[in-house]
């Protein structure tokens, strides 16, 4: 049971506070990284596009 996978979600407004976020994770983790995805939604809201950059951790 100790080798179970897990996921963290990191959703982030702007691209540099992703990556920023995403590499604090990463620097205290203590586990193995599986993989990473990486994600970018756009809408717009009265002539507004706003952005969603997301990433999702899998790790053991």
Do not use: P, W
């Not at 963290?8 to 995805?37: C, G, P, R």
């Not at 809201?45 to 706003?50: K, L, R, Y």
């Amino acid at each position: 049971m100790g080798d179970n996978m897990k996921i963290k979600v990191i959703d982030e407004a702007h691209e540099k506070d992703l990556e920023t976020s995403v590499n604090s994770f990463l620097q205290e983790l203590e586990s193995e990284v599986i993989d990473i995805k990486f994600q970018v939604a756009l809408s717009v809201d009265n002539n507004e596009q706003i952005y969603c950059f997301s990433a999702m951790i899998i790790y053991r």
